[in-house]
């Protein structure tokens, strides 16, 4: 992008001619603030609109509770979960915290 480019080069110049008092500082630096304020507003939507990192890419999975339980504890309310379809890694959210994992493998039947 050319206006990358140029923008130091532009502000080492206007930094000069504020340091020589060939034109006020506030001509130079409220310019600066305004895109300084710009660029920090659109880095931020910028991420609101990627956002959802934790959604995840793949399809869902079946868990065959017979297996494995899966089970999701809240530390909150004490509401526990039975995962019978994994849709992401990371566990839950309830009560505004990430739930507690806990597997239980199942006893082996004896022959
Ligand atoms: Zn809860």
Do not use: K, N
């Amino acid at each position: 992008m050319p206006t990358r480019r140029w923008f130091w080069p532009v502000v080492g110049v206007a930094l000069a001619l504020v340091a020589f008092d060939v034109v006020e500082a506030r001509y130079v630096f409220a310019p600066l603030l305004g895109l300084f304020i710009w660029r920090v507003g659109i880095a931020s939507l910028g991420s609101l609109r990627r956002g959802a990192a934790y959604v995840p890419d793949g399809p869902p999975e079946p868990v065959d509770p017979r297996d494995e339980r899966i089970t999701y504890w809240c530390g909150g309310c004490g509401a526990e979960l039975l995962l019978l379809v994994r849709g992401a890694a990371v566990p839950p959210r309830h009560c505004g915290e990430r739930m507690t994992e806990r597997h239980e493998v199942a006893r082996q039947s004896l022959p």
